[in-house]
């Protein structure tokens, strides 16, 4: 009978651990969304800052290659991916930008990439930092962050 109450016990505080858990992500969300109205009070295009907020993981490293000028191709050769991800990934990013092409996307997004601070784009990237292309967007390298983006990360 014991056991069967700590079990219950422990079911409970998993519940209450997930509970706790969804409340940190909506506290960061608004966190997040507070520094984003910054952004816009700053002069930066609302929503410019809003896609930011809004784009994946995988597509916040894809954006950053794109800004490096890199192809469909090369961003899968790096990454180990489709080629077709990527270009999901890349068409989602233009479309929440409301761009047209790489290079509108470049025009749009690399001023604020210039002036965001680095934590409040790891917020905003779900954990992907500002300078992820520099330091591990060459391939080759290990990358503490693939978990984070990937689709299969092992």
Request: aromatic share 6%; net charge negative.
């Amino acid at each position: 009978m014991a056991e069967s109450g700590n079990q219950a016990d422990a079911d409970r505080l998993a519940e209450l651990q997930a509970q706790v858990d969804r409340i940190e992500q909506k506290i960061d969300r608004m966190l997040g969304l507070y520094d984003a109205l910054g952004l816009i009070a700053a002069g930066f295009p609302a929503r410019v800052i809003g896609a930011l907020h809004s784009m994946s993981p995988a597509e916040h490293v894809a954006l950053q290659m794109v800004l490096d000028r890199r192809s469909n191709h090369e961003i899968a050769v790096c990454l180990d991916v489709d080629e077709a991800r990527v270009a999901e990934w890349v068409a989602s990013v233009t479309g929440k930008l409301g761009a047209s092409s790489r290079a509108e996307i470049r025009q749009k997004v690399q001023p604020v990439m210039d002036a965001i601070p680095a934590e409040e784009y790891a917020t905003a990237s779900g954990g992907i930092p500002k300078d992820w292309n520099n330091r591990y967007g060459v391939g080759g390298i290990p990358d503490p962050y693939r978990r984070i983006y990937h689709p299969d990360p092992d």
